[in-house]
């Protein structure tokens, strides 16, 4: 349906307004997206846009699928206890509090007996493997493994991933 509402609105060449609550729906349609909250417009781009650089914590949350952690901010940038430090890309000052979203496909597990996170669960889904980790710090995260590695719920894993896939809000 949604392939043929598509080629209907380019053939015809017309704007199609559309509300929905389906998140595929909206990004599969869309050129551009307003996302609300209450009533409040948090952010309008494109669907790409709105994945890969929400304005907020609100809207990565809303679009697709993350890991929203707490972490503080240093002299030295921003920490997460079982994640790292990374540059400070807010305008925060040290000793305050942000919120840093990682993709579950940004992220990579790697088997190590001295690891930052244990995995709870493996999920087969076809050409991943859904996997729940917990970090050292008891958060829970989400993580899309490749399907050949080789993983088993209580193995200790390092968590990596690229510093410039880590938003911060």
């Given at each position: ?7 209907i609105q ?12 389906d998140?595929e729906?909206?990004i ?9 909250d209450k009533?409040?417009i ?9 994945y ?5 914590e609100?809207v990565?949350?809303?679009i ?10 240093t002299?030295s940038?921003?920490?997460?206890p ?5 540059k400070n890309?807010?305008n ?8 840093l979203?990682?993709?579950?496909e940004?992220?990579?597990l790697?088997k ?11 999920v087969?889904a ?13 958060e829970?995260?989400?993580v899309?493994?490749d399907?050949?590695l ?8 390092n ?11």
């Amino acid at each position: 349906m949604q392939t043929e509402l598509k080629r209907i609105q380019h053939e015809v060449g017309i704007t199609f307004i559309i509300v929905t609550h389906d998140q595929e729906e909206a990004i599969s349609l869309a050129n551009r997206i307003a996302v609300f909250d209450k009533g409040e417009i948090k952010q309008i781009s494109t669907p790409q846009e709105l994945y890969e650089n929400p304005q907020n914590e609100f809207v990565a949350d809303f679009i697709g699928d993350g890991n929203i952690l707490a972490a503080d901010v240093t002299n030295s940038g921003v920490t997460h206890p079982s994640l790292g430090n990374f540059k400070n890309s807010t305008n925060k000052v040290s000793g305050n509090k942000v919120k840093l979203l990682i993709r579950p496909e940004n992220i990579t597990l790697e088997k190590n007996a001295s690891g930052t996170g244990i995995i709870q669960d493996i999920v087969f889904a076809g050409s991943k493997k859904n996997v729940t980790v917990q970090l050292s710090t008891g958060e829970i995260i989400r993580v899309y493994a490749d399907k050949a590695l080789d993983l088993e719920v209580g193995s200790k894993v390092n968590i990596l991933f690229k510093p410039e896939d880590v938003r911060l809000f």
